[in-house]
C-alpha cells in the first residue's frame, strides 16, 4: 500500500523551542499534503493544507505564523512547531494525498509524531 | 459548517458478532465517504471508502451509503478482539479535497 512516513516519531522539548516534522511519501508523488492534530481522545483536526510549491492553506483558528508547513517537493513536507508551549503537546499526523492506481481522493496517513512540550 | 457525526461508544460485540457502526453527514453534495480504523496511539489506517449508493464489500466489511438519508454505514462480519479499535468516518470536500472527520466510534470486541 501507499506508505507514508513521519519523523521523528516522539519528541520532547523545552518550552520557547522550536520543533521541525517531516512528513514523506515514500512510494508515490503527493500533489497535497495534510496536516492533522489530535489531542487525548479526541478526533482529527486539521490544521493546514500543504500544496507543493505553493503557500499552505491554514485552517480557521490556526496560526500561521507559529505552524510553518514548507512543501518543497512532491514527496516531502515539513511542519515546524515555533516556540512550542505546553499546551502544544499533542499527536501531528500527515496525510498524503496523490494519483496512485487512479484513486485520486485517497488519503495516507503517516504514524504520526507524538510531541511533548516541557 | 460541515459536520460528521458519529455515536461515541464503546461498542461492545462478542467475538465472531456483527458489528454495525454508523456515521450521518450534513452536506448534501458529499460524494466520497472513508472509514478509517484508529488504534489507540497510533494514526489513522485505511479500511475502506465508497463513492455510490449501495454496498461495497471488502473481506469482512462492508460499507453502506445511502446518500438519500445522508447515512453511511460499516459491518464488520465474524469481528475479532484484534478489531477493538476507534472507527472513524471521514467526509470528502471535493473541492479542496479535505477531510472532515467524525469524532469516532470506539469498538470493543469481547473474547
Known amino acids: 500500500g501507499a506508505v507514508v512516513s513521519q519523523h521523528p516519531s516522539r519528541v520532547i522539548c523545552k518550552s520557547g523551542t522550536s520543533v521541525k516534522i517531516e512528513c514523506r511519501s515514500l512510494d508515490f508523488q503527493a500533489t497535497t499534503m495534510f496536516w492533522y492534530r489530535q489531542f487525548p481522545k479526541q478526533s482529527l483536526m486539521l490544521m493546514a493544507t500543504s500544496n507543493e510549491g505553493s503557500k499552505a492553506t491554514y485552517e480557521q483558528g490556526v496560526e500561521k505564523d507559529k505552524f510553518l508547513i514548507n512543501h518543497a517537493s512532491l514527496t516531502l513536507s515539513t511542519l515546524t512547531v515555533t516556540s512550542a508551549h505546553p499546551e502544544d503537546s499533542s499527536f501531528y499526523i500527515c496525510s498524503a494525498r496523490g494519483p496512485r492506481s487512479g484513486s485520486v481522493n485517497e488519503q495516507y496517513f503517516g504514524p504520526g509524531t507524538r510531541l511533548t512540550v516541557t | 459548517q460541515k459536520e460528521v457525526e458519529q455515536n461515541s461508544g464503546p461498542l461492545s460485540v462478542p467475538e465472531g458478532a456483527i458489528a454495525s457502526l454508523n456515521c450521518t453527514y450534513s452536506d448534501r453534495g458529499s460524494q466520497s465517504f472513508f472509514w478509517y480504523r484508529q488504534y489507540s496511539g497510533k494514526s489513522p489506517e485505511l479500511i475502506m471508502f465508497?463513492?455510490?449508493?449501495g454496498d461495497k464489500e471488502d473481506g469482512r466489511f462492508t460499507a453502506q451509503l445511502n446518500k438519500a438519508s445522508q447515512y453511511v454505514s460499516l459491518l464488520i462480519r465474524d469481528s475479532q478482539p484484534s478489531d477493538s479499535a476507534t472507527y472513524l468516518c471521514?467526509?470528502?470536500?471535493?473541492?479542496?479535497?479535505?477531510?472532515?472527520f467524525g469524532s469516532g466510534t470506539r469498538l470493543l470486541v469481547r473474547p
Open positions: 465508497i463513492y455510490s449508493n
Open positions: 471521514a467526509v470528502l470536500m471535493d473541492s479542496s479535497y479535505k477531510l472532515i
